[in-house]
Nanobody, 124 residues
Framework: QVQLVESGGGLVQAGGSLRLSCAGS????????IGWFRQAPGKEREFVGA????????FYADSVKGRFTISRDNAKKTVYLQMNSLKPEDTAVYYC?????????????????WGQGTQVTVSS
């Protein structure tokens, strides 16, 4: 089993940057792909991006490609979401989640473990 805790959210002006962290616990953390999702008020949870268990591959939604970067440090059991050039439409609660398998899925139903979320607010 894996427990996940997100941190690093906050309020930032448009064009600014934030780095979110997803800290994991459990001996098998490095066995899991980690995905990032977000949910804005009144909207469905959407896929932001994901990283393979090894860190060798990353995947991004078109809406964040070129602005967001996911990385991981398995020794620290932590995955990072670096968000640059933030826009007001990036405002949401951001969640990290863990999934098994060779490639990280893009659908939330395929993720086994979830963090509690961290709020990101981008002001215009």
């Amino acid at each position: 089993q894996v427990q996940l805790v997100e941190s690093g959210g906050g309020l930032v002006q448009a064009g600014g940057s934030l780095r979110l962290s997803c800290a994991g616990s459990g001996r098998t953390f490095s066995d899991y792909a980690i995905g990032w999702f977000r949910q804005a008020p009144g909207k469905e949870r959407e896929f932001v991006g994901a990283i393979k268990w090894s860190g060798s591959s990353t995947f991004y939604a078109d809406s964040v490609k070129g602005r967001f970067t996911i990385s991981r440090d398995n020794a620290k059991k932590t995955v990072y979401l670096q968000m640059n050039s933030l826009k007001p439409e990036d405002t949401a609660v951001y969640y990290c989640a863990a999934a098994g398998g060779l490639l990280p899925p893009a659908t939330s139903n395929d993720y086994l473990y979830w963090g509690q979320g961290t709020q990101v607010t981008v002001s215009s």
